[in-house]
């Protein structure tokens, strides 16, 4: 653990890579990977949601993991216009995958992120978050 001296930031440290490694074991292979997962499906989530939905899904996560999933965020564009099938939703994280320089399995990835969001996250939330998605990307999702 963390010795930072200030309890709220080691106990972040260590649920947030407790996190990781729930990924990571889905995921196999490096770390580093699990985080790029976790980023890149979280994004692609985050910016399909309404800000409403959004935000009160990022309520739940550690600070470390609020501050990975609000980087970079524009919520005037949410959710997004794309089209709303598994592919475009695939597609949005490989890409962000790819400017991490990571080649991994997008649907796996995914896979790997909603499960632990299954886990970790209450199950009101995540039925509030799955109805926001199209029937085609809820089946990434464990049942």
């Known amino acids: 653990m963390s010795d930072t001296g200030l309890d709220i930031f080691d106990r972040t440290v260590q649920v947030s890579n407790e996190w990781l490694n729930e990924i990571n074991a889905e995921l196999g292979g490096e770390k580093k990977h699990a ?21 009160n899904l990022g309520a739940q996560f550690p600070i470390m993991v609020k501050g990975i999933y609000y980087d970079q965020w524009h919520p005037a564009t949410n959710p997004a216009k794309d089209e709303r ?15 991490s320089a990571t080649d991994d399995d997008p649907e796996r990835a995914c896979k790997a992120v909603f499960g632990l969001l299954q886990k970790r996250v209450t199950a009101g939330e995540i039925e509030d978050v799955k109805h926001m998605l199209p029937a085609e990307v809820q089946t990434l999702w464990p049942h």
């Open 85 to 99: 099938t598994k592919e475009k939703f695939l597609a949005a994280v490989d890409e962000r995958l790819r400017k």
């Open 35 to 55: 985080y790029h997962a976790l980023r890149a499906t979280l994004h692609a989530l985050r910016d399909r949601l309404t800000v409403d939905e959004a935000t």
